[in-house]
């Protein structure tokens, strides 16, 4: 398959070409059933067994305890912001806390407000987003009480990613790990809820993996509606109603291939953490030339923000990045600038070339 | 390509082989841009124009006024279901009315009961769901003051469907058309909102279509949270957060088959009629041995329910028709039975030789 392989795109992001090519045989007929994949049934017995294999290859990446449910729901992190209040906050008296350490952070509190109480324990924003909170930001700060805690791991717009070690800690924490979700292992067990939408590194946009814990699930606020609980879901095995076939379909692809092609998540980390420092080691080789917007020790791995000294250096350099076949290389337009996206699908020959690129370039 | 048209299946329903041919091609690279289906960035101008695009297309078909705005949302139907009563119903101190006519439309009042007050004007249940409401059933039963009147117009699960003469009339009328949109020319205006989710007619499951009056619109409730309120979704023009492009990028394709192939929705009704009227005749020919669910006044031309003297002479159907490549014809789990569904991309041709198999059929 001849595709575009220097996909730097903030995201839907690029997929394995192994992935697509499956995908478009399956368009024709899914699994040698002779039916393509948009005409089955997700009642079929076919797709009960898709349901069950996509389940238990994220409980294989992660090493998802029994005590958690694995569901694929839609609607997007955002609908997830909306769902996680309607279910944990709403009617429980208590306070949701937020971590704001940037753009997609900040909205998820605003899809809450109407259930509850809600309130912002620590916000980046006056510091323009640069760097994430410390241990020491977060003394004193989390309320053992409060409904859960909710934070994002890793900041598309802004290039900001927590680590393990300073990850933030709660009774009940709930993580959006929309971008950095299978890029690396992780410990489920630190959260009560983690969720992701595909379309970074698990597939197309359109399904969204929720994992979450029993003991947070039966607290679901019953009178939810059926389609925005997480426990009405949980009960139905994910096909309350019809499901995103398609996406699901897809994701299981792609988890295939984070299995048997690069041999789990630890590879994957080792292939992300030499591709993004192949790319910050050029930026920081032309330091008089290239800004990352990110303070050193909260850099993500799976995005980039960068400026240039003028609006006319970017615009340059977008162009000639597009004539030699980068895409998606344009800045975030909440904050402008330039952004490189490394997701899983992005190898490191592409990353390789796009240092060359970076360290060659020669604005007009 | 080489994929079973001979599936009749509930939905999701078949996809034109054209349009399958289409999408393989553009998970390569769609649209001559070089770059997969899957890795296209939504904020970029290929997704803008297909975004209008596809909106333009329903436009075109449906005929729809200038005062409706057409969305593309997650979800399915049964988030509507939820969305409706969020915005219109909930502190609007009236009464959401519905009309129960088969296990799709009986689960609508379900997910809008925590948000207010919600009233059944007539429910079919006692009578097994056999037919519809007559106007004079609902006469004197519609409140014009009510927050909205809801029905679905057709029931994929016990195959009724109402006419263009059984229409319900309200002030604010919303319907479910599921299963039936894009299947024949309908008239707009009566409505306030009219919804489908795409895996019947439209398209792959992952996207809901919503045809909302501005009107309507505007009395949207400004505590839904923004990824629940209708009027933040026109706002943004539908791309509110990532939107599902896959399944959006299949309904194109499906509406420009339409509007090309098949010459706009009053050729897609005559179809339609054409392929319901030979398989009820070969029913009515062996009625003998068949059984219609639904009542003749009320049958729809889009799900055929029925069933036969014995669960094994129904169990002996399926096994031959699976042998001779029906694919889809088991009923749906929750009244039993046979099934078999018509929708737009199931051709004449293989619903004559459905009707062949129906007439020659023997039990054993």
Redesign the interface.
Known sequence: ????VL?F???????PISV?EK??AA???VDDT???L??????SDWYQELNAKAQSNLRELLDIPNDYEVLFL??????Q??MM??NFLKSSHQTAQYIVSGYWSAKAP??????GQVEVIWSGESEGYRRLPTMDDLKNRVDPRAAYLHYVSNETVEGLAFSNDTTPQAQTLICDMSSDLLSKPIEVERYAMIYA?A?KNLG????TVVIIQRALLERAQP??????NYLAHSNANSI????????IY?LKLVTDWLIQDIGGLSKMAVINQAKANCLYQAFTEREDFYKIHAKPPHRSLMNIAFSMKSVEQERSFLQLSKQQGF??LEGH?SIGGLRASLYNAVSLEACEELARFILDFQSV
């Open positions: 398959m001849k595709t575009n996909n795109s903030g995201g839907p992001g690029a997929l697509l995908t478009q368009l024709e007929s002779g039916v393509s948009l005409g089955m049934s997700h009642r839609q609607g997007g992190g955002s609908l912001f909306a209040a309607m605003l899809e809450a407000m109407a259930q939408h379309q197309p946009a359109g399904v009178h939810t509606p059926p389609i925005l309350l109603n019809t499901p995103p076939v398609f996406s897809v895409l998606g337009r």
